[in-house]
C-alpha cells in the first residue's frame, strides 16, 4: 500500500501549524502523529475519520522545533489497517 507524503508543515500562528498531506485514494481517514522528539517518543497523535488532508495543529509550545508525519488507515471488517508513515518533516513553531 502506498503511503502519504506530506506536501507542508509550517508555523500558521503563534503555538499553532498547518499540516497538508497528499490524498491516498480509497483512504478512511488520516492519523497525524507530532513530537518535538525526531523519533517520536511521548508523541501525541491527532485521528481523522473523514478524508480532510489538513489539519491544524494548536496547543503547541512556542519557538519549539516540532517533527511531524502522517499515515492513512483502511477499515476492513472492524479492524482499522494502517499504511506506514510518511517521512517525518520538521517545522519550528512560531
Do not use: C, E, H
Not at 17 to 35: E, R
Not at 59 to 64: A, G, I, N, P, R
Amino acid at each position: 500500500a502506498q503511503k502519504p507524503s506530506i506536501k507542508a508543515a509550517k508555523s500558521t500562528n503563534k503555538k499553532q501549524a498547518k499540516i497538508s498531506w497528499k490524498k491516498i485514494t480509497g483512504a478512511d481517514g488520516y492519523t497525524v502523529q507530532y513530537s518535538t522528539k525526531a523519533n517520536f517518543k511521548g508523541a501525541k497523535k491527532v485521528t481523522l475519520k473523514q478524508n480532510t488532508v489538513t489539519r491544524t495543529l494548536k496547543k503547541l509550545k512556542s519557538s519549539k522545533k516540532y517533527y511531524v508525519r502522517v499515515r492513512a488507515y483502511k477499515t476492513i471488517g472492524k479492524k482499522k489497517v494502517y499504511t506506514n508513515y510518511s517521512n517525518r518533516k520538521s517545522m519550528r513553531v512560531k
